[in-house]
């Protein structure tokens, strides 16, 4: 049958209408099969008798013909024309539990009679199947000649509608439809002015040549870059519990340029999924493959970092999935497809080219890019000095070694042959903020006492014999009652002290340095006497050390002034303001009247390894050494990139040179591949066309995007055309635009949709002239209000006899009220943005995230510039659905919920542009307040809706501003807070406040965010 | 095909027809309309009233549930699980059965075990062992239903929190409380049927997505409610914006979107008339319900309270005070269990302290229930993400490690047993050899009392039908009452 209709279809134009009449399932003649039993026996009769090996009962499978008839001698489940005697027939008719199917422990709902009719009606027409709709070659059908519709795509809509007996509604009104194309292709409102011009040109292609303005204007890109964005899972932060932001905003950025130019599609394909592999790849293409750096990142500290390597992998897989097949291909990580022809191996074939990226749940590969670059006009950069060349950077080296070598020996023979006298010193007071107490030792070492306080202060006042005090040593001592023999209150014995400071007659006597004997890795003894209160002294040992944490230890502090005490006393003070509860346990305190010259714990350590010959120093040796070299040597050091926001570091996407090899991970767990099966090479879905080239090497991602763009690929178009298209209408041809598969929903106008498709191809995969040709339909331009006729005949609006009301996304909404507001900042690009947000959203994320709200027009940017972190979105995106980019989303939900109301009339960013459209009706239209009221609500809802208001609109705008400037004038207080100064300019403060109020309510009114 | 979506888009447009009496329809349209209905969906949603309460299929147990989420993953060593013999054992190696195959977040390998310095009592008819950290508890251990042997799939917080949320690992899934109300809708008029509340020193991690509704609608994302401030984003008018203006601006609102409706015929709008009316309400009832002031001296005793401080305990009384209010599923998040041993997460005075912050108020919760008649369809659940290991971890002080085989969690109130102590682990702690409870039981067995079949809830997402317990569950027919 299948080839029989596909010959006709060929032969002339008469035949193809009758050929598709006779068909379809509008036809009375055959039963179709795709269209009216497939479905049925994909969804109460494949789960068990179907692809899945796994679970399939009784050997049977009705999804392939020749299994469910066999053989003459040997039948199956269906005997073609014979209902009565096919088991199948017999067990779904049958009402005795056990024979009956589906059977109730399925818990599936039984066929209905209607059902039961048309299974009947097919298996007596001979039970003839078809492949899979989706699978099959495009239709190579022209449009027909439909009487009255001229446009192609009408011809096919409105076939459909005659068969039906429906006809078209009227185009929409010209305000109405100029404010529906400008949304739907830029997602701003069109100005006042704009929508007066169009509504006046009587020219016949006023139409078309507003069109093909905004499919010129940068804001195109835009608004059809934040749709594939979703699709890409694009956000600016890494995801998962830690969520540290990232700088993928040049991808976003190559996605708008792309769309402007116009990219046609197949490259845009093929650059995105494989923009490193094409020879000698630009920059722009490596920025392309951002599309799949858009995977999570999970830092938490003690993940597997292969576990998230390989979610990323198949995240890849899967989205590569979503957006270009249209299947649900991630159902295979566990088992075979239990409908769709996705083997559980043909999975893993897929997420074989995927699986030799270089990055591994890090930032991996990136390129640098500058603000504007993506748009070939980059920002000046301060150009960072020329590196130093090998041979430079070798001689300052070798200087630096001997200078230093020398003054260290030097250092060290005098610290060894000036010995230092140390003195003890005598208390006069002892005391702690919380009160509690030290118990001096007989060796006049003071312990300190179990304190609750933990973060304990100690003040020592001290006397000593000595008439100059030049350096202090704190010894901090073991002692039986301490934890682990101390010498610190914590757990371990260890301590951190964090100041350490010393004042005599009032005055603090500063520090120059201090060294010890012992220093924790990043606890050094200089916190002691820096100014940071949350930098200290602690002495645990790192690994491998051979130091010990539980001993004696001891800091000597060189006063800057040498200190002539005279006998008077002098205080001490030690801070303990970072761990809780690390506090010195037991400690002594000694004074010398010389500095000695001290050579630090770094010091001796770099004289040790500066004394070695290059070779024989340790890892950790030449580390230490190239810190102090970098530290001393400034031009030696690497330049910092993060400096500059305007340069970003993009992520993008590398293959290993040695490619990783894949196996089947048994039910989707990295730690189990199947070895047994042995490594799997990268490889497509057998049930598509066209077979990928298995010549020479094995294939690699570019040979998966040029397949999947490949002209007798069949899915790729339909699936993007479908996408475009539902955008359009609210709804695609297939509804279920994720779901190709045979549980997706089956196309309503499926001869559209491969005409679109080829045309999309022959058009060089242009996506503007899709666009175009879709938006000069009459089936786009008709009126969108509900017809009595159609809640009958079409409730769902599935043949399109009127086009669809919608609400914005929660971006669009926002940038209609900054178009409205006249605030609109309309730069393109760059970093992302932080408009006004509530204060306290993060105030119970893991870390604390920066949000340096943008003080000057930056916060009035296009909302999908908006800083996205995937843990804790900007409020307004989760309010409106947006998705949190965890994963593809290739349509978004359509809520209508209070917060979205408490959002529009409350959230300071929209009241903050309610008071931009009031300065703008203030400044104007000026004049005495009564007398122009009318024109200002003229204008505020042309701005806001596009078109004047209704009598009944003008009269209840009219009375509530009238009502709310009589309120105001009793509460003056309260329409001063309402205003701004530069409306209070203008108009009293009640006016002014009334006419923000008069904004509010159009942002507020479901016009305002709804598209017609 | 029948997807969801296409149920929600038939039910608008069933509800469009029946708004539509001035667009002149007859009844024998209606009729016709109706019969055409498909009626595979699980649930049908009114779009003008997502929230509107719904009967579950099944004679449900429990009406509204308190989940008491412990984030961070509580040691059940130092609270419920009494082990003298790894006490005995304290400083051994660990048998090595107990180390292979096994994974853990941050072991090395050479970690000994680790007895419990807590003392542990029996308490109750039912002789729970409850260590002294619980005091409180000890009124409530014969009311409570103990899970001795709960076991989770994942061990690190942020994926095993969604994973005790959502039944799945990664992010992107709708949670328990957006099922819930999903299922059922939810009474309450003036407030959101999900709402969550947070105290400790920081966020769960995963953050909202623990909350969020997945491919649900948005309707049934859980609300954060927040200590301070508006207790809702946006809560607030503007400064200068009374009640009476405000019943002003939402008129004309209103008014303007009648007549938007006469004119298109759209039946969504009138969904947006309800929204912002509740809107509007939601402006008196959030604040009348944060006011703490009404609460005798005696019950603000109970709990813990101090009024207006932010804390666990005034969190357990807002729970308290929202399913009064009708509120379908209260969700209470509290940090910081994480007992590494590190700073802030040792099992001293840090363990020591969150236990302060939350044994109290958790048992007053229990008992305040139970005096107002609420606890009979009310369920409470009390527990983390997952448990800790019996090997002590070496940070600045000797902590646990994050253990996924063996947790204890406990439920209380409408439909479970009370006084019942279901699972034993091993002597050592290691796993349950007895009462083993996975999470998508747990999940199973808690939607089973809200009156679903937990294979039967599900929702068209991309294809395939998901639900919450993902391809698992089994209803844990032990502990229903």
């Given at each position: ?19 598709w ?58 005997l ?30 039984r ?10 009606r ?5 039970a ?194 979503a ?7 991630g159902?295979?990580q566990c ?100 009160g ?5 030792l ?60 010393l ?18 890795p ?70 010398s ?13 770099l ?21 102090a ?52 090479v ?43 298209w ?37 058009s060089?995969w ?17 009126s ?53 947000q ?94 122009v ?17 209704n009598?009944?609109?003008?009269k ?13 004038r ?43 | 095909?029948?997807?969801?979506d ?35 969906a ?25 989940y ?13 699980d ?29 970690e ?41 799939d ?17 992010p992107?899934r ?119 002031s ?33 509120v ?66 070496n ?67 991309q ?19």
């Amino acid at each position: 049958m299948f080839s029989e209709t596909r010959l006709a279809w060929r032969s002339s134009l008469c035949a193809v209408v009758f050929a598709w009449i006779t068909s379809s399932a509008d036809g009375a003649d055959r039963v179709s099969f795709n269209e009216q039993i497939r479905p049925l026996l994909s969804d109460r009769c494949l789960a068990c008798h179907g692809p899945d090996e796994k679970h399939r009962e009784a050997d049977l499978r009705l999804d392939i013909r020749a299994e469910a008839i066999g053989t003459a001698d040997s039948p199956h489940a269906i005997l073609p024309g014979k209902p009565e005697q096919s088991p199948l027939w017999q067990r779904i008719t049958s009402t005795d539990p056990d024979l009956q199917m589906p059977p109730p422990a399925a818990k599936k709902p039984r066929f209905t009679a209607a059902e039961l009719a048309l299974l009947r009606r097919w298996i007596e027409e001979g039970a003839e199947y078809e492949g899979h709709w989706a699978f099959l070659p495009l239709r190579d059908e022209p449009p027909p000649a439909t009487a009255g519709a001229p446009h192609p795509v009408d011809a096919f809509v409105h076939r459909k509608l005659a068969t039906k007996n429906i006809k078209p509604s009227a185009e929409a009104e010209r305000t109405t439809l100029i404010r529906r194309v400008t949304l739907d292709l830029i997602g701003l409102l069109p100005s006042p002015d704009e929508v007066s011009e169009f509504v006046n040109d009587q020219s016949p292609t006023a139409y078309e040549r507003l069109v093909d303005r905004l499919l010129a204007s940068p804001h195109y890109g835009e608004r059809w870059g934040r749709h594939w964005l979703d699709q890409a899972r694009y956000a600016d932060s890494n995801g998962y519990a830690v969520d540290a932001p990232r700088e993928m905003w040049p991808y976003r950025d190559w996605v708008i340029d792309a769309l402007n130019r116009d990219l046609p599609f197949d490259q845009f394909t093929v650059e995105q999924l494989a923009g490193d592999l094409l020879p000698q790849p630009t920059k722009h293409q490596l920025i392309a493959t951002g599309f799949h750096r858009n995977t999570l990142i999970n830092q938490e500290g003690g993940t597997d970092r292969e576990q998230f390597r390989v979610e990323a992998a198949m995240d890849r897989a899967n989205t590569t999935g979503a957006v270009w097949m249209g299947l649900t291909v991630g159902c295979a990580q566990c088992h075979s497809h239990k409908f769709d022809p996705i083997s559980q191996r043909e999975y893993y074939q897929l997420f074989a080219f995927f699986n030799s990226a270089q990055d591994a749940n890090d930032r991996g590969p990136t390129v640098d890019v500058v603000r504007g670059e993506v748009f070939g006009q980059p920002v000046s950069v301060p150009r960072d000095s020329p590196a130093p060349t090998a041979a430079e950077l070798a001689k300052w080296r070798s200087d630096w070694e001997e200078t230093t070598r020398v003054r260290l020996e030097k250092l060290h023979q005098e610290a060894s042959t000036k010995p230092v006298e140390w003195s003890p010193v005598a208390s006069v007071e002892t005391r702690t903020e919380s009160g509690a107490t030290f118990t001096t030792l007989d060796d006049g070492s003071l312990l300190s006492s179990p304190m609750s306080t933990p973060h304990e202060t100690y003040h020592l006042t001290l006397t000593s014999g000595l008439p100059q005090i030049a350096a202090v040593r704190l010894r901090t001592l073991t002692h039986e009652s301490l934890p682990k023999r101390g010498p610190g209150r914590a757990g371990n014995g260890n301590f951190v002290l964090t100041a350490f400071a010393l004042a005599a007659n009032g005055q603090n006597q500063p520090f120059a340095r201090a060294t010890a004997d012992h220093e924790q890795p990043d606890f050094s003894v200089e916190g002691l006497i820096d100014a940071d209160p949350k930098s200290g002294w602690a002495i645990n040992v790192g690994p491998g050390s051979t130091a010990r944490m539980n001993s004696d230890h001891e800091a000597t502090l060189v006063l800057t002034k040498p200190l002539m005490p005279g006998g008077k006393p002098f205080e001490i003070t030690m801070r303990h303001d970072l761990n809780a509860n690390y506090l010195v346990g037991r400690f002594a305190i000694e004074v010398s009247a010389v500095a000695p010259t001290a050579v630090s714990t770094h010091d001796a350590a770099l004289l040790v390894a500066l004394q070695k010959p290059a070779g024989d120093r340790s890892k950790e040796e030449v580390a230490r050494l190239q810190n102090a070299f970098e530290k001393a040597e400034p031009r030696a050091r690497k330049v910092e990139k993060k400096a500059n926001p305007d340069v970003a570091q993009a992520m993008v996407m590398r293959d290993l040179l040695q490619h990783r090899e894949t196996f089947l991970l048994t039910r989707g767990d990295f730690t189990r591949p199947n070895k047994e099966l042995g490594p799997l090479v990268p490889g497509v879905l057998a049930a598509i066309a066209p077979p990928l080239g298995a010549e020479g090497a094995p294939p690699n991602r570019l040979d998966l995007a040029r397949w999947l763009v490949h002209p007798d690929n069949p899915l790729t178009s339909r699936v993007t055309v479908n996408r475009i298209w539902m955008r359009y209408f609210g709804r695609g041809m297939v509804e279920t635009d994720e779901d190709f598969g045979a549980q997706g929903a089956t196309p309503t106008h499926p001869d559209l949709l491969d005409w679109l498709s080829r045309e999309f191809q022959h058009s060089g995969w242009s996506q503007k002239s899709l666009h175009r040709l879709i938006v000069t339909s009459a089936t786009y331009k008709q009126s969108s209000r509900l017809r009595p006729d159609l809640v009958v005949s079409d409730p769902r609006n599935l043949w399109l006899a009127r086009q669809e009301r919608f609400r914005l996304e929660g971006e669009a909404a926002r940038d209609a009220a900054l178009t409205a507001s006249g605030l609109l900042e309309s730069a393109l690009g760059g970093p992302s943005v932080h408009p006004p947000q509530p204060d306290g959203v993060y105030a119970f994320t893991q870390v604390n995230k920066s949000w340096p709200t943008e003080k000057d027009r930056q916060r009035y940017r296009r909302t999908l510039y908006t800083f996205f972190y995937r843990s804790a979105p900007y409020p307004l995106f989760t309010t409106f659905d947006a998705p949190d980019f965890q994963a593809v989303c290739t349509r978004r939900l359509r809520s209508n919920t209070p917060l979205q109301a408490l959002t529009l009339a409350n959230d300071g960013a929209f009241f903050e542009l309610a008071q931009g459209l009031a300065l703008r009706l203030a400044t104007e239209r000026p004049g005495e307040f009564a007398a122009v009221l009318d024109d200002r609500i003229n204008l505020a809802t042309r701005a806001c809706f596009s078109r004047p208001p209704n009598e009944t609109e003008a009269k209840l705008l009219r009375d509530y501003v009238r009502q709310q400037v009589s309120s105001f004038r009793e509460d003056p207080a309260a329409a001063k807070s309402l205003t701004t100064p530069a409306l209070r300019q203008i108009l009293d403060a009640p006016e002014a406040a009334s006419l923000v109020l008069l904004a509010r309510t159009l942002f507020n009114a479901d016009n305002f965010i709804t598209r017609e | 095909m029948t997807t969801s979506d296409n149920q929600l888009e038939l039910e608008r447009n069933r509800r469009q027809f029946l708004q539509q009496g001035g667009v002149g329809l007859g009844a024998i349209a209606l009729h016709s309309l109706l019969a055409g209905e498909a009626t595979a969906a699980p649930v049908k949603i009114d779009p003008a009233n997502p929230m509107a309460p719904r009967q579950p299929p099944l004679v449900p147990r429990a009406k509204r549930i308190i989940y008491l989420f412990m984030a961070g993953g509580p040691s059940q060593l130092e609270l419920f699980d009494d082990k003298p013999k790894l006490r005995e054992l304290t400083g051994q190696a660990p048998p090595p059965s107990s180390f292979s195959g096994k994974r853990f977040a941050f072991l090395k390998g050479n970690e000994t075990l680790l007895g419990s310095k807590r003392t542990f009592e029996r308490y109750g008819e039912c002789g729970m062992s409850l260590s002294e950290m619980l005091p409180h508890h000890r009124q409530i251990v014969d009311r409570v239903c103990w899970l001795r042997g709960m076991t989770t799939d994942v061990f690190n917080h942020g994926p095993a929190k969604l994973f005790m949320n959502t039944g799945f690992q990664a992010p992107g899934r709708p949670s328990f409380g957006s099922w819930a109300t999903y299922g059922l809708g939810s009474p309450a008029r003036d407030l959101p049927g999900f709402v969550v509340l947070q105290s400790g020193p920081r966020g769960p991690r995963a953050g909202a997505s623990l909350w969020s509704s997945g491919f649900l609608p948005t309707s049934f994302q859980g609300v954060p409610f927040r200590g301070k401030g508006d207790p809702i984003l946006h809560l607030n008018s503007p400064d200068g914006l009374t009640r009476d203006r405000e019943r002003n601006f939402h008129d004309t609102v209103a008014a303007l979107n009648r007549s938007r409706l006469q004119e298109t015929g759209d039946p969504e709008i009138l969904t947006r008339i309800n929204a912002y009316e509740m809107a509007f309400r939601m402006q008196t009832s959030a604040p009348e319900l944060m006011d703490l002031s009404e609460e005798s001296a005696t019950t603000l005793a109970a709990y813990g309270v101090s009024p207006g401080q932010p804390s666990f305990a005034a969190n357990c009384l807002l729970a308290r005070r929202l399913i009064e209010r009708d509120v379908r599923f209260v969700q209470l998040y509290h940090t910081n269990w994480d007992s590494h041993g590190g700073p802030g997460e040792n099992l001293n005075a840090d363990f020591e302290k969150v236990c302060r912050d939350v044994d109290q108020a958790s048992a007053a919760l229990v008992l305040d229930l139970e005096q107002r008649g609420l606890l009979d369809d009310t369920l409470v659940i009390w527990g983390g993400e997952f448990g800790r290991t019996p090997m002590g971890e070496n940070r600045d002080t000797i902590g646990r490690d994050h253990h996924i085989d063996a947790f204890t969690l406990w439920v209380a109130g409408g439909g479970v047993k009370s006084g019942y102590i279901h699972g034993e682990t091993d002597e050592l702690g290691f796993g349950p050899i007895a009462g083993k409870v996975h999470v998508h039981d747990l999940h199973a067995t808690l939607l089973h009392l809200l009156g679903f079949d937990h294979e039967q809830l599900t929702y068209r997402f991309q294809g395939r039908d998901y639900r919450l317990t993902d391809v698992h569950g089994k209803v844990v027919e032990e502990i229903l009452a």
